[in-house]
């Protein structure tokens, strides 16, 4: 059972991470608008923040998993009494909403400290609270000692409001796997038609395209042969499924700091090899986009269980298609 020691409070969550600075990247990375409310869910594999649209279009989430923490403790019986889920086998889940920007911006007041940022839920003003102690300076006479805690009220589900599990992907029919960074570059040359993005598959070939009313065609053919950049492509059926470009750019808005090589320059977490994203798309046109966010594994401690997959962060996003009623296209001239 998790406790402070000070005050005997056992929390049900409590956890430790000693890059902030990667740690906070990744929950922006799900950030889909400015007022964005995340949904915790932890158990004794680990914690999940997800997210999604007011529209219901889009749904985000970010898995870090138990071995990515430099100390983890989930403590089913407080989740019992502070109204944990139930999951199969009769263990309970922590879950609680939060708003997700002011835990971004929060943390961004520990991202310069040394130490090990502490987050535990639920204090006893059922608060979820922050805390990182820094070292002591050299070259002082005195052991000197910073300490940087901060509290973070619950968000409240609107009355009426059903907040289900994770949004699921079934029947995958198609998948393809490329450089996060390519992928990022050819949504981002796609912003300029300003229309929707068709996404078109079949055994030979893959090919981004949006319509702009006013400004033309574009189009991205991605080489599908041996030579190309995909380290994965399959196709079952041939499929054609427009999404919304603001989903598409939120999806694939990954901080340059994960994306390799000089994109990653400016530090933050990054690796030297290239960030991988799988993408895969649903018999009835459903997408999925997974980034694969590898920390750097130079800066940040973490358990000795798990292997390279304690590095592994993996970032979710499920993009619904655009119906053929709601086809912006079909009443023009």
Not at 19 to 30: E, G, P, Q, R, Y
Not at 35 to 43: K, L, P, S
Not at 155 to 177: I, K, L, T
Request: charge should be negative.
């Amino acid at each position: 059972m998790a406790r402070d020691d000070a005050d005997s409070w056992s929390y049900a969550l409590d956890c430790a991470t000693a890059s902030v600075k990667s740690f906070t990247a990744c929950l922006a990375a799900i950030k889909l608008s400015k007022r964005c409310r995340a949904r915790v869910r932890a158990d004794a594999r680990g914690v999940t923040f997800a997210t999604m649209d007011e529209s219901k279009s889009c749904a985000a989430s970010v898995n870090f998993r138990a071995e990515t923490f430099a100390r983890y403790a989930c403590d089913e019986t407080c989740a019992a009494l502070v109204g944990g889920r139930a999951q199969r086998g009769g263990a309970r889940a922590v879950a609680f909403d939060v708003n997700l920007g002011a835990l971004i911006d929060a943390l961004g007041a520990f991202g310069r400290g040394d130490g090990e940022l502490v987050a535990r839920w639920p204090n006893r003003e059922g608060m979820l609270t922050l805390e990182l102690e820094s070292g002591s300076r050299q070259g002082t006479e005195r052991d000197l000692r910073q300490c940087v805690y901060a509290e973070i009220a619950p968000e409240m589900v609107p009355e009426g409001e059903e907040r289900g599990d994770e949004v699921s992907f079934r029947d995958e029919a198609n998948a393809f796997m490329l450089p996060t960074a390519t992928l990022k570059e050819i949504v981002d040359d796609l912003e300029w038609p300003n229309g929707d993005v068709l996404l078109e598959c079949d055994v030979d070939m893959l090919r981004f395209s949006a319509h702009g009313a006013e400004i033309g065609d574009l189009a991205v053919d991605v080489d599908v042969g041996a030579s190309g950049r995909l380290t994965e492509f399959s196709c079952a059926q041939p499929s054609a499924s427009r999404y919304k470009y603001r989903f598409l750019k939120s999806a694939t808005a990954v901080g340059g700091s994960f994306l390799g090589g000089s994109a990653g320059a400016g530090g933050g977490g990054g690796d030297d090899t290239a960030t991988m994203t799988r993408v895969s798309i649903s018999n009835v046109g459903f997408l999925k986009i997974v980034h694969l966010l590898q920390l750097s594994r130079g800066q940040v401690s973490f358990g000795a269980e798990g292997g390279l997959n304690a590095f592994m962060v993996p970032v979710t996003f499920i993009l619904h298609p655009i119906e053929a009623d709601e086809d912006e296209y079909a009443d023009e001239e």
